[in-house]
């Protein structure tokens, strides 16, 4: 890693077979991604980030891959059905600050093994296929694509999930804040700057609901300063800026330690 090669990766790397890792990010590898890597069949780790490689996704990858990390590179087009069908062992993909497009695949969310998705930063469209995502994710990022339509319902039930961003995208409808009484292991929330309306004022779910560290609401069309944040006692950012709070800021609200 960091060692500066501005060529494309070579083909004969794929020749390397019994390799259980490789870890090629943050240099400046162009071109396109090769297609020998579908011959290291021992391959449990891949980072390919920080690069400047361009072009589609692979078609497919070594099915021992558990952790996959092609961030901050400039591939386009949509994420094929079929390229992550097979990695059963899948924990990590990194797919943030690309260009892809299209649908996020049925076939990578219901993945049994994932547990972080990092997809932001695209520009990606349609998320209908979120209906059959994993119950096992414990990060998912889709902050700064284009969605579209309301938040999918199967998001809320997902237990095990500690950070949702969904910032900066044009998600639509109204969400009670109470619905996220579910997810007791979240701490890091985004829904910032979509074209939500946020009802805040949840006074029946209040001891319910997650003790968050990180909560961006800004640009919610909230209208009311949230009780809930009564409860809120470990918070150490809040983001309520660019709604349309009329209410005074209440006397608890200076005891919260954020």
Partial sequence: MNCIFSRPVPYSLGNLANISQLLLGSNEFIGEFPSSLGNLTQLSDLDLSNNFFHGSLPMSFPYLLADIYFNNNSCIGPVPFQTFSNLTLLSTLDLSSNSLNGVIPSSLLSLASLQSLYLDDNQFID????????????????????????????????????????????????????????????????????????????????????????????????????????????????????????????????????
């Fill in 127 to 258: 998320h209908e296929s979120i209906n059959s995502i994993s119950s096992q994710l414990e990060y998912l990022s889709l902050n700064r694509n284009k969605l579209k339509g309301s938040i999918p319902s199967s998001i809320f039930k997902l237990q095990s999930l500690t950070s949702l961003l969904l910032g900066s995208n044009s998600l639509s409808g109204r969400v009670d804040f109470g619905i996220f009484s579910e997810m007791g292991e979240l701490k890091n929330l985004d829904l910032s700057h979509n074209a939500l309306s946020l009802t805040t004022n949840v006074s029946m779910n209040i001891p319910s609901l997650p003790k968050f560290q990180y909560l961006d609401l800004s640009s919610c069309n909230i209208t009311e300063f949230p009780d809930f944040l009564k409860a809120q006692n470990e918070l150490l950012s809040l983001d309520l800026s660019h709604n349309k709070i009329c209410s005074p800021i209440p006397k608890w609200f200076l005891s919260i330690s954020c």
